[in-house]
């Protein structure tokens, strides 16, 4: 099994600590399952499971999806090359074609002119174009007529030929995420993965979308939290935005796919668990044999669930309400589609953070498990998003429930004992800690297995 895979271009990947978190995780049991509780990408999940057996935890669909597909052993029989082959020239793919071509070609040709050196139509078109918004009659005002027209057309034939509910992708997130070409292909996948799939085998050909998507994405750092602005900060449009735009848009879903099908195809066992529920929950039922909890949650107001709703939108593949913005007077979609029942984590607002943390080692600790916590301090003068709880916070709730709390910190891998809280500890740099707790005395800085 591949130990080391970023499944999606995530937020606060542990990607390149693994290896100090085995050590960490090691130093507390060598043997026992493994529970990954904020599991998010699936990256822990993933490094263990050829180690030891993981039960991997978190309450978003894309979280659920890309775990089972690397925690889960299934035997595909489908080819990646007959699956495109099919979905390519499948009635949905090629209705939604026609269907959306002049809009496809409107696209490419606002491209074309801002690589010439005339970028005002694309601008227009990134900062308006949305076949929900239009759908909602939440679209600007003062839209291009040519793409207001484009737009209304698409919107008339979709419903026309019934194809409003194969089409969610491209309705969606087309010309915003993606180029409406490479959702339509998105749509085409989707829709043979849910007629022709199920269960765990569905949830591989799922995470190869996600994954797919992921690296096709048309935005800075390929993340989803907010679609490309063309405009800088003084409402001047950028330079080179054509280029920009075609490097992302003219990449081929379907190569991306393939990969990772192949990818996935390949990982997995049988004795893995995954759990899609809140992280009270899922600790109520803790399997008897986990001897170690790693847990990674979220510890900014920044919640996770904007950043990755386009990928919860695609695996559940429903057609969620969108939340309003107020521009000027008006009430508008907003424009990063952002689902209005996003799930919103007591982690990331201040008047619950302290319950939540208190709530997550309590629970863990009467399970008689051990816990290794991820942190990432920070120095008030750096600059850097504030941290809803202080180091010693956690420190101080930690040492409620445990006998031996101890901090590894990543960067030179010290250990710093802090039974008796200390008011003036304070990391020095923007290092991520792993803070480790137990029952078990420490020896030369380690923990006895």
Known sequence: MQEEIKTINYLGSKFRILHEIEEAINELSTTGAICDLFAGSGTVSSYFASKRKVVSVDIQEYSRVLCSAVLNKVDIKKEPDSVIDICTKSYI????????????????????????????????????????????KSANSC????????????????????????????RYFGGIYFSFEQSIQIDAIMNWITQ????????????????????????????????????????????????????????????????????????GSEENIIICSDYKEALARLPE?????????????????RYY?????????????????????????????????????????????????????????????????????????????????????????????????????????VHSKLNKVEKNYEIKCPAEVLIMCSWEEANEGKFNN
């Open 196 to 267: 022709n799939t199920i269960g765990k085998e569905k949830d591989k050909f799922v995470a190869a979308v996600v994954s797919a998507t992921s690296e096709i994405v048309n935005t800075i750092g390929k993340q989803f939290a907010q679609p490309i602005n063309p405009r800088n900060t003084e409402g001047k449009i950028k330079k080179n935005i054509g280029i920009r735009i075609q490097k992302d848009r003219k990449l081929e879903f379907f190569l991306f796919f393939k990969k990772w099908l192949q990818i996935y195809a390949q990982m």
């Open 93 to 136: 793919n090629q209705k939604l074609e026609d269907i959306y071509r002049e809009l496809i070609n409107y696209e490419q040709e606002c491209i074309d002119s801002a690589i010439n050196g005339k970028p005002e139509e694309l601008s227009d078109f990134l900062e308006n174009v949305s076949v929900y918004a239009m759908e909602k």
């Open 143 to 170: 839209l291009d007529s040519k793409l207001r027209l484009k737009l209304e057309k698409v919107i008339s034939e979709t419903k026309k030929n019934d194809m409003t509910h194969n089409s969610i992708v491209a």
């Open 309 to 413: 709703h386009v990928l919860e939108t695609i695996c559940l593949y429903d057609e969620p309400e969108v939340s309003n913005v107020k521009v000027g007077n008006d009430i508008k979609i907003s424009r990063g589609m952002y689902r209005s029942e996003r799930h919103q984590s007591p982690f990331c607002i201040k008047s619950q953070a302290k319950k939540a943390f208190e709530e997550l080692i309590e629970s863990v600790a009467k399970k008689k498990v051990k816990l290794v916590l991820s942190y990432s301090p920070y120095e008030k003068t750096s600059g850097s998003t504030p941290r809803l709880m202080e180091i010693n916070e956690i420190m101080e709730i930690a040492n409620k429930y445990y006998k031996n709390v101890f901090i590894k910190e990543i960067n030179d891998i």
């Open 289 to 305: 044999d986990v001897s170690v909890v790693y847990a990674d949650p979220p510890y900014t107001r920044y919640h996770y669930s």
